[in-house]
């Protein structure tokens, strides 16, 4: 998955409270744009002969340009029609990326989405995601010398049970991890999550090197026949194009190698990792670009499908089809090499 680059100095106290202010407007997830109640204490001297504390609550607005009457009202069953509609059945295994509040007001919230697919696709089909770590050190190598020594003395170990994933990837990570009966596969950072019937098979024996690679959960997603889904998330966000660098017979592929803390045996130990870079790509410039240019032209070539679920403009896309088209579209376009 890419990642940002840009390491920034720790922010100054006006600037935390700030990004306080800011977070407090722009609300991710179910309630975006919802007008919330806000509690906050006053001392109230007048009311409580001068030394009693009263409890108030004002209303404000947090939205992303559209008040909470502007945005749709989306429910579980609104959600399943628009998945139906859009391709995805019982029993499939679906790669979800998702952005919640590009959806609407969902009754419900986050949660509300991971269960109208798996209304669909269970109990034979499988839901996945990847998640990562919060933790993860993958850009260490740009990191201060000092921070770069403390997270490698002290980080707790990536344990797939306890640890979080990265919600920058979309709050759902977190809620899929978290979800009854989820499996989550060993790999600290290109770590996937899945619930269903083959979430087991999917996440199990998880290469550390090469992790996106074969033998993966993205190449048994292909395996498996899968589907992946796009809710909302941009084009450039498709996971699966990492597998396709792999498998792309391109000359050049820009290395990285990371430690990684990790529980072996219950103790904790540092591993290298060693992969093909996921933000510069093999070809020498952003990913993303290229990721996004693949999926146009894929979708140009009157593949894959598209439509609304709820207010979200959202792609399904074969898993393996799509591999094959981004691998040729690779080799192509950087060069084939041996």
Known sequence: MLRS????????????????????????????????????IVRDRG???????????????????MEASELPIITRSRLVHDLRKLGVLPGQVIMLHA???????????????????????????????????????????QWPEDRQRAYLEECPPFD??????????GILTEYLRTWPGARRSDHP???????????????ESHPLQYGYGPGSPLAKLCEAGGQVLLLGAPLNSITLLHYAEHLAKVPGKHVVRYKMPILRDGQRVLVEIEEFDTNQ??????????????????????????????????????AADLTEFAVQWM???FGRGE
């Open 189 to 203: 950072d290109a770590s996937f999550a899945a619930v269903g019937s083959r979430a087991r098979w999917i996440t």
């Open 5 to 40: 680059k840009e390491e920034t100095a720790p922010p100054t106290v006006s600037e935390s409270r700030a990004a306080l202010r800011q977070a407090k407007s722009i609300r991710e997830g179910w309630h975006s744009g919802l007008r919330g109640a806000i509690g906050y």
């Open 99 to 141: 952005s919640v509040k590009a959806i609407g007001w969902i009754v419900g919230g986050p949660d509300t989405v991971l269960q109208a697919l798996l209304d669909i696709l269970v109990p034979e089909g499988t839901l996945m995601m990847y998640v990562g770590w919060e933790d993860s050190p993958y850009e260490m190598a």
């Open 47 to 65: 009311e409580r002969g001068g030394s009693g504390v009263a409890l108030k609550v004002m209303t404000v607005t947090g939205t992303t340009g």
């Open 331 to 333: 080799e192509s376009t």
């Open 160 to 169: 797939p049970a306890r640890s979080r994933a990265y919600r920058k990837w």
């Open 281 to 318: 790509g093999i070809g020498g410039r952003d990913a993303g670009q290229y990721f996004e240019t693949i999926a146009h032209k894929y979708l140009s070539s009157g593949k894959g499908r598209s439509g609304k679920v709820g207010a979200a403009q959202s792609y399904l896309f074969d």
